[in-house]
């Protein structure tokens, strides 16, 4: 007993061993996992922040030279030297043109006290003409003999913009010279972010106040990176340089510092508080900005997890491989230990098994033998099944083509007897001589041959077996080849066909022999629906909506029974006299719109007769805006 005691003890604290080694195994792969992943999405985040920033230097500064080389044109300093004396107009103009050629927003002119005196905006109800700029520090700079620069909320437009300044010179020669004037160049920013919001990562600027003044996330534009205090909000609001805007904080949280330059970072609100971002920080000297890059750390979190799990499963494989050497050790111990007394019971408990494991084993066998037997008889069904369907469409065909024998016959027997009187009179005008009349009855037979080739493509047409191929069809198309084939038995049987078809092409898609098939089933049973009726009409009607399309078969028979409707569409169920039909031409019809994702509707007609209605979903138009090819 005591030695059991024991025995159960050192098992427990093996498995507490194994547990924490599991755990130990884990943790450390998940942080070598971390690490690596961190470092990829560092140097990931490097690269982009790098390209950004020199996309941005290079954005803006290809705009540097533009108002400086604005003020040395010839009529910009000739309007300043006299403004009151000279039209406006023309400077408005070239200045417009300046902005259209260069693709910025505005640019305008400012005397020496900062009035604006032209403007590319001259003919918009916001235009910058009368207003006065000599707080925006590009004025100050610029008259001050330097290039200036500034970036902000416009006065008039609250869009954010970055201002390109630089001084008009009237005198050059003077060393105690003033400038006469400021032009100024403003470029809008929309573009940018939009370049940005194109890549997986999170992209901001903020300036030396720490407004965030361009950012990928449209909900970070105009926060503060941090709060702000009242004295920096009283500065901001005296330069007017973000107008009225809260500018209230990102509500950005530090988590962990990385590595130089990057931080482990979240949000305590606002659209990216959902997820944590490894940040990256990089200067742009030349505006005084500062570009953050930021990378969501799911993949970090990902990657953990997955070298976790797999550092797991392998620490599982090889401690279950050592548990069991470990335990065919104990017990080969055990077997030399007791092998005399425990010998005969060992050899039958293992001949008991392996007997039990091949008995096991057949019959594994045998079930795996019986079920590849039924699912290859499976597949043979399936396949005989589909080839039936595709035999009993097909017979459908073939009788419909016996209801339109006669008519064929008739449409036939007319051409060949023609070609016959014109055969025999050619051959007379040859022997006359008379050429010209022999070409002429060679071209009236030629049309009479051409005339008889069209019916018998579209019985050819009509009697080809379906593929497999799903193509787009035009229902046009379908409805007229239908009635196409049907035309001498709707002569012969003096039938007043109705037609409400709209012009627009519809398109659905199928399989463009089937779908006829179906459309000439129900014109058939229409007709033989309507045989002893007076006055027939066969009404076919093409409906669409937003998504589906519908073409109705309409007869001015006497309907079907009540008692029918729910039969109607069972195989081998027909109303028709013995010999007439199999019964089938209803069942396969809907089985076909089944396979098309369509469905098949029957229902009288409150005026009388038999509707049928197929539904079809809308195809968009071939990229060709071509119809289906006809039945020619």
């Known amino acids: 007993m005591i030695q059991k005691k024991g025995l159960k003890q050192w098992r427990h604290l093996g498995w507490l061993i194994v547990a924490v080694g599991l755990l130990v195994v884990m943790w450390q792969a998940a942080q070598f996992a971390r690490e690596q992943a961190l470092t990829n999405l560092q140097e990931d985040a490097e690269n982009e922040l790098r390209l950004s920033a020199a996309n941005l230097n290079g954005y803006l500064l290809r705009y540097d030279y533009l108002p400086q080389m604005l003020a040395t ?42 009035t604006t005196l032209a403007a590319s905006n001259w003919h918009r109800a916001n235009t910058f003409i009368g207003q006065n700029y000599a707080f925006r520090s590009y004025y100050t700079e610029a008259i001050a003999g330097r290039q200036g620069r500034f970036h902000g909320l416009g006065v008039q437009s609250l869009e954010r913009g970055y201002y390109f300044s630089a001084p008009v010179w009237l005198d050059t020669t003077s060393p105690d010279a003033r400038p006469d004037g400021v032009m100024v160049v403003k470029v809008l920013l929309n573009d940018v972010e939009d370049n940005w919001a194109e890549q997986d990562a999170t992209l901001f600027v903020t300036d030396t106040d720490g407004i965030i003044f361009l950012a990928s996330e449209p909900k970070l534009r105009m926060n503060a990176l941090h709060p702000l205090s009242d ?54 000297p030349e505006f005084e900005w500062e570009m953050h890059i ?18 797991g499963g392998l620490y599982g494989v090889v401690a279950l491989g050592g548990g069991i050497g470990w335990q065919r050790l104990r017990l080969r111990r055990e077997r030399e230990t007791f092998a005399e007394r425990e010998r005969q019971t060992l050899a039958r408990v293992r001949d008991e098994l392996e007997i039990s494991v091949e008995r096991r084993t057949r019959d594994l ?43 064929i016959n008739h449409e036939l027997n007319q051409p060949l007897a023609a070609i016959r009187a014109y055969g025999e009179n050619a051959r007379r005008f040859i022997e006359l001589s008379r050429v010209d009349q022999a070409d ?81 089933n129900l014109i058939s049973n229409a007709l033989q629906a309507m045989k002893d009726t007076p006055m027939p009409t066969l009404l076919v009607t093409v409906k669409t909506d937003a998504s589906h399309v519908s073409i109705h078969i309409a007869d001015s028979g006497p309907g079907i029974d009540e008692a029918h409707f729910d039969q109607i569409f069972e195989p081998f169920f027909t109303t028709k006299a013995p010999g007439s039909g199999l019964g089938l031409g209803l069942s396969i019809s809907s089985r076909i719109m089944e396979d098309l994702s369509g469905k098949l509707y029957a229902y009288n007609r409150d005026e009388g ?3 049928f209605s197929v539904t079809l979903p809308l195809a968009d138009a071939p990229r060709t805006a071509l119809e289906t090819p006809s039945h020619a």
């Open 609 to 611: 007769g038999a509707e």
């Open 231 to 284: 004295e920096q909000r009283e500065t901001l609001r005296e330069t007017r340089r973000y107008a009225a805007e809260p500018l209230e904080a990102s509500g950005i949280r530090m988590e962990a510092q990385y590595a130089p330059g990057s931080q482990l970072i979240g949000f305590d609100n606002g659209p990216l508080s959902d997820h944590r971002y490894l940040s990256l920080t990089r200067k742009l």
């Open 440 to 520: 002429a009855n060679l071209a009236e037979i030629i049309e009479l041959t051409e005339r008889m080739a069209e019916i018998s493509a579209q019985l050819r047409q009509f009697s080809r077996k379906s593929g497999e191929r799903q193509e787009t069809i035009s229902v046009q198309s379908c409805v007229e080849y239908a009635l196409r084939l049907f035309h001498s038995r709707l002569r012969a049987g003096q039938i007043n066909v109705e037609q409400h078809i709209p012009r627009e092409t519809l398109w659905v898609k199928g399989d463009l022999v089937r779908l006829e098939q179906v459309i000439v």
């Open 73 to 114: 044109r010839e009529g910009v300093q000739r309007f300043l030297a006299s403004p009151e004396r000279q039209d406006v107009m023309p400077l408005n103009l070239l200045l417009d043109r300046f902005r259209f050629t260069a693709g910025v927003s505005d640019v305008y002119l400012l005397d020496r006290e900062g």
């Open 365 to 407: 066998v045998a079930s795996n033998q019986r079920l590849s037997a039924e699912i290859e008889e499976r597949r043979r069904a399936e396949a005989n099944l589909r080839q039936t369907q595709d035999e009993l469409i097909q017979a459908a065909k073939l009788a419909v083509l016996g209801q339109l024998a006669a008519g």
């Open 294 to 311: 930021l990378k969501p750390i799911n993949s970090v979190v990902s990657a953990q997890w997955m070298t976790a799990l797999m550092a």
